[in-house]
């Protein structure tokens, strides 16, 4: 007998777009951020399994925007089925990664980490050193402080300070979030050699404020970053440079050695991307986007199932949100897969309503 075709699961789609202020601005090399923007998705299959996903695009990191994942779910309809769902643009990543989560779930998903280490978030500028007691006290001892907000020479002299404000052990991470030219990323990485400076995040970047960049912009920034890698001793890490699967696939390519901070809800295929960092035995660094506590949910799910060296998750955010409903767990020196799987990604849908 030969092999049956199956019809293609049937779904019914809806979602919903959010704006959510901020408790208080971030400072990034990119501008003030005051709110965030993005779309709860919803998917109910014909058993009445209901599954929830989060879109929640970075625009100048070079995803898709808000917009644009809206518009994708109008012409889906509310009628879908899997064929349909896999046929969305490659370019749509974001909303790719929200209907792969919203997908009803048969299997349990057994964690390889009971509990991960949180890296501490710092603010920029000389705020930074009103903070540090606080959070060592509290337990952390992995603190990430972004640079490339202010006059670099400033923030430079602030350097010795934070080190010395921190507790014995402890490991800094720059976040320079691509504001860096050359001559400024060699000055903070010759400092950094004798520092305890854990790694520096994407010290320059081709980013698309004005635009998608060029190849012949992102190969001279790629140029950059390897060769800034191989003159200073100090780990230099990939974020914007790597927030998509095809950014990922081009720096596999290069071999990358340095570290990967990667967010997973910004990736379209997770599960094929993350193969390839695991096969090629990447240092791999999971971060937040930024997004509510249902897309945190699927996030942190990714970075409890990996199983290579567990480094101190980027998701020290939180509170991050005015409305708190949206909030993912207590950010302290630990986050335990218990809180995590804890989190009902229903009450955050019946929220926006």
Request: hydrophobic share 45%; net charge negative; charged share 25%.
């Amino acid at each position: 007998m030969g092999a049956t075709n199956l019809p293609p699961m049937q779904y019914r789609l809806q979602f919903r777009r959010y704006r959510l202020p901020f408790r208080s601005a971030m400072r990034t090399a990119h501008g003030p951020w005051t709110e965030r923007e993005g779309l709860l998705v919803r998917l109910e299959d014909a058993a009445g399994g209901v599954g929830y996903g989060e879109a929640a695009p970075i625009p100048w990191f070079g995803s898709e925007t808000v917009d644009s994942a809206g518009s994708a779910c109008r012409e889906l309809g509310e009628a879908v089925d899997d064929e349909r769902l896999g046929a969305l643009p490659r370019e749509l990543g974001c909303l790719r990664n929200a209907l792969a989560a919203a997908r009803p779930r048969e299997k349990a998903f057994a964690p390889v980490h009971p509990h991960l280490a949180v890296a501490a978030l710092l603010p920029a500028g000389r705020a930074v050193l009103g903070l540090i007691a606080a959070k060592a006290e509290a337990g952390f001892r992995v603190f990430k402080w972004k640079v490339g907000v202010g006059d670099p020479a400033d923030e430079l002299a602030l350097l010795d300070d934070v080190c010395a404000a921190l507790p014995s052990g402890a490991k800094l991470r720059l976040d320079a979030n691509g504001a860096w030219d050359r001559r400024q990323a060699e000055r903070w990485l010759a400092r950094c050699a004798d520092r305890p400076v854990e790694f520096v995040e994407q010290p320059a970047f081709a980013g698309p404020t004005a635009g998608r960049p060029s190849a012949t912009e992102m190969r001279k920034v790629d140029d950059l970053l390897r060769g800034l890698a191989g003159d200073f001793p100090t780990p230099i890490a990939l974020d914007e440079s790597v927030a998509s699967d095809a950014d990922v696939e081009r720096w596999l390519a290069m071999d990358w050695q340095g570290v990967w901070v990667i967010k997973p809800s910004l990736l379209g295929d997770v599960a094929t991307t993350l193969a390839g960092l695991a096969k090629a035995r990447a240092t791999v660094v999971f971060s937040s986007a930024l997004e509510t506590r249902l897309g945190a949910q699927a996030a942190l799910r990714v970075a409890f199932g990996w199983q290579g060296e567990p480094r101190a998750l980027g998701f020290g955010v939180w509170p991050l949100f005015a409305d708190g409903r949206f909030d993912g767990p207590y950010a302290g020196p630990f986050l335990h897969w218990e809180d995590v799987n804890r989190i009902n990604p229903e009450a955050v849908w019946n929220a926006l309503s």
